[in-house]
């Protein structure tokens, strides 16, 4: 039996059996009536079976032809992927790569995924903006972010991907001057924490100063100018070098998973090949 060497007579035979009509076919490949009906009827030979059966409207498969045309789907299928996969594997992705995070997340992880990244996909431009969390969760459901790098929050019904654990911690100077909270922003886990805290405690007394975020509060507390509450993974070093000391141990503080957020609906193709690098 005489087999094609080419693919052409199977991807013609495979529009037709989609659009179940040679004229619809042949307009849609760009070919002429005649040349589809030579194809499938070379075709026909070459397999020595009948595909298809022609009415007066259009055609239908035989019950061979139905078994052709799944296998001729999922083929040209497998090839569509594999040119997928070695365009992205000579780099050739391209398009728009956004994510939100806080400042102290950029530095500790972030910067390292996106360096490895750009190596690897230069042509794909990237956007890393800072904002609270609220807000950029915000963006992630309308598309405007493809990734928020923050902790988990239980309450955010949005696919996670987890990245490191820390425990938060009440930090100070140790010679500080003035009793006050430094709090961050409304719209934060931080800040709700911090509230509990003050809440709790019957401390809605104490003087409080609200900034923007944990760079400003850590800078606050640097220059002894009260108490504030962030994750221990951003004060370790100033712990470890007595610059700054614990205070509140005995409050129970949670410990924080700090991932990925993304929103599975809304992912580009450089959102899809930037998890890779999430994940490792």
Same mark, same amino acid.
């Given at each position: 039996m005489e087999f094609l060497t080419s693919l052409d007579n199977y991807n013609i035979f495979y529009e037709v059996a989609k659009c179940k009509n040679i004229t619809k076919a042949s307009e849609k490949l760009f070919i002429s009536q005649p040349a589809v009906s030579q194809a499938i009827k070379k075709l026909e030979e070459n397999l020595g079976a009948n595909l298809i059966v022609r009415?007066?409207? #259009?055609?239908?498969?035989?019950?061979? #032809?139905?078994?052709?045309?799944?296998?001729?789907?999922?083929?040209?299928?497998?090839?569509?992927?594999?040119?997928?996969?070695?365009?992205?594997?000579k780099g050739l992705i391209s398009g728009e790569l956004k994510i939100g995070s806080g400042s102290?997340?950029?530095?500790?992880?972030?910067?390292? $995924?996106?360096?490895?990244?750009i190596k690897k996909y230069p042509s794909v431009n990237v956007e890393m903006s800072e904002g609270v969390q609220s807000q950029m969760l915000a963006k992630l459901k309308t598309g405007?972010?493809?990734?928020?790098?923050?902790?988990? &929050?239980?309450?955010?019904?949005l696919q996670f991907i987890p990245m490191f654990n820390t425990k938060y911690c009440f930090v100070k100077s140790k010679n500080c001057l003035a009793d006050k909270f430094v709090l961050i922003s409304e719209g934060s886990f931080? $800040?709700?924490?911090?509230?509990?805290?003050?809440?709790? &405690? #019957?401390?809605?007394?104490?003087?409080?100063?609200?900034?923007? #975020?944990?760079?400003?509060?850590l800078e606050l507390v640097k220059r002894r100018i009260g108490t504030t509450l962030l994750p221990k993974y951003i004060v370790q070093d100033l712990l470890d070098e007595n610059?700054?000391?614990?205070?509140?141990?005995?409050?129970?503080?949670?410990?924080?998973?700090?991932?990925?957020?993304?929103?599975? &609906?809304?992912?580009?193709?450089?959102?899809?090949?930037?998890?890779?690098?999430?994940? &490792?």
């Open positions: 009415l007066k409207k #259009g055609i239908e498969l035989t019950p061979l #032809g139905q078994k052709i045309f799944e296998k001729v789907e999922l083929g040209l299928n497998n090839l569509l992927a594999i040119e997928a996969l070695i365009n992205e594997e102290n997340i950029a530095r500790k992880i972030l910067c390292e $995924h996106v360096c490895e990244f405007e972010l493809d990734f928020v790098i923050t902790q988990k &929050n239980e309450d955010i019904n931080t $800040h709700e924490l911090f509230i509990s805290f003050i809440k709790k &405690n #019957g401390l809605e007394k104490t003087p409080v100063v609200q900034v923007a #975020g944990y760079k400003t509060a610059v700054l000391e614990v205070v509140y141990e005995n409050y129970a503080l949670p410990t924080i998973t700090f991932g990925a957020y993304y929103n599975k &609906n809304l992912q580009t193709p450089a959102a899809k090949k930037f998890m890779e690098y999430l994940y &490792n």
